[in-house]
């Protein structure tokens, strides 16, 4: 089933892809909208924002690792035998420098924390470019595609969230240009997109495939904000839990699958799965609760306290002779 359409199930790093381009849209939309906070309160709310959940998810691997040794065999799978290393601590806290093994997935937000710190430059490029916004997409892809060959990982990935920005720039024109498109345009644009996103399954052979799932993803990003049906679909009762519960899934999931993994040996992947994604959604909603949550809240007061500081400080300098 790898090689087959059927592989979106599990289409894991393609998914990856689509929330680069995702988060590019919607951290520049308030900006380009003129509606975001200023930078001082952005940098802090953002911050606050990424840093605790992650390192509540930390403590809770660490905790988990400890209950539940991670020690490789010649029975168990080659990835499940890599979290069998060191910890690294400051690393994996820090997320720039990118994550060691006790909670993997984090790798993706090396990526996340450094677009968000270079959004502003970000939003400068995206204005600046203004109605050759189709050009500077097709360049991201085509960096992609060239990067993925042979340039460094940050080539490949921080261009996906420009290609957000580039969405979130022109959503008005997009929206407009969705009204003109049929039934029969939009699933088309939509079968593409879910094609184009398993490119190196389907099309193995092709250089830079990395570039095509990138364009599926902006696709598939089209879809869900200029096609009702996409947008009704994505106001479903469980997909609007499972959207605003995506963040603590992402960084409990991985420590649970490795620790039944690891103390049960099982080697079934259904068999853990069935074991795993109920014992997940647990955790998750456990720890959205009690630690996403008051984090976003925090992180909202924040934001408002670093946006008056801001304000004041301004004021003051305008009412200096």
Request: hydrophobic share 55%; aromatic share 12%.
């Amino acid at each position: 089933m790898t090689y087959t359409p059927v592989h979106l199930i599990w289409a894991g790093k393609e998914a990856v892809y689509v929330f680069f381009i995702l988060s590019g849209f919607v951290l520049a939309l308030p900006v380009v909208n003129n509606s975001g906070p200023k930078w001082p309160a952005y940098f802090s709310k953002r911050l606050v924002r990424i840093y605790l959940p992650v390192w509540a998810s930390l403590v809770f691997a660490l905790a988990l690792a400890d209950a539940i040794p991670r020690e490789a065999s010649s029975g168990l799978s080659p990835w499940l035998n890599m979290h069998d290393e060191a910890t690294r601590w400051f690393s994996d806290a820090l997320l720039l420098s990118g994550p060691g093994s006790l909670n993997s997935p984090l790798w993706s937000l090396q990526w996340e924390m450094i677009f968000s710190l270079l959004l502003p430059l970000y939003i400068f490029v995206a204005i600046r470019i203004n109605r050759a916004w189709l050009a500077g997409v097709f360049s991201l892809l085509v960096l992609i595609a060239l990067a993925s060959e042979r340039l460094p990982a940050f080539a490949v990935y921080l261009p996906m969230f420009g290609i957000g920005v580039m969405l979130a720039a022109r959503v008005q024109l997009l929206r407009v240009t969705g009204r003109r498109v049929g039934s029969w345009g939009w699933a088309g644009i939509t079968a593409a997109s879910l094609v184009l996103l398993c490119a190196q399954w389907l099309f193995p052979q092709l250089p830079g495939f990395i570039a095509l799932s990138a364009a599926g993803g902006a696709l598939l990003i089209f879809a869900c904000i200029a096609w009702r049906p996409t947008e009704a679909l994505g106001k479903n009762r469980i997909l609007q839990w499972l959207g605003t519960r995506s963040f603590s899934l992402y960084l409990v999931h991985e420590p649970i699958v490795v620790s039944i993994g690891f103390a049960s040996h099982i080697t079934n992947p259904f068999l853990i799965a069935a074991l795993a994604i109920p014992l997940s959604l647990v955790a998750t909603e456990i720890f959205y609760r009690f630690i996403e949550r008051p984090s976003l809240l925090l992180a909202g007061r924040v934001g408002r306290l670093m946006g008056r500081m801001g304000s004041r400080k301004q004021d003051l300098m305008m009412a200096q002779p």
